[in-house]
């Protein structure tokens, strides 16, 4: 069973940095799709960043160049590096697994139960 759990995130004034952590164990997660998503007040599940197997990465576009999604396939973590954030950033954000939104968008076999980021003015 593929399980996925985050951690990191709290409260942050605007400007400031967060770096979220999705652990997982018992299945080689370096070959599928991984990333990030995340859910704002009264918004639609969005992504935030993708990796594929090879370690190819896509942004959203409101990310402008603030975050970083990254990997440790030994340690089966993934991160999302946060940096200048923005009250606009307040979310739930949730790790992704599995299937095929690194290349469609769209397709996520397994979540992770969502840490909160909540940015102030």
């Known amino acids: 069973e593929v399980q996925l759990a985050e951690s990191g995130g709290g409260s942050v004034q605007a400007g400031g940095s967060v770096r979220l952590t999705c652990a997982t164990s018992g299945w080689t997660y370096s070959r599928y799709c991984m990333g990030w998503f995340r859910e704002r007040p009264g918004q639609e599940r969005e992504v935030v960043a993708h990796m594929n197997p090879v370690g190819r990465t896509v942004y959203a576009d409101f990310v402008k160049g603030r975050f970083t999604i990254s990997k440790d396939n030994t340690n089966n973590t993934l991160w999302l590096q946060m940096n200048d954030l923005t009250p606009d950033d307040t979310a739930m954000y949730y790790c992704?697994?599995?299937?095929?939104?690194?290349?469609?968008?769209?397709?996520?076999?397994?979540w992770g139960q969502g840490t909160q980021v909540t940015v102030s003015s």
């Open positions: 992704a697994a599995k299937g095929t939104f690194c290349y469609t968008g769209k397709g996520v076999q397994h």
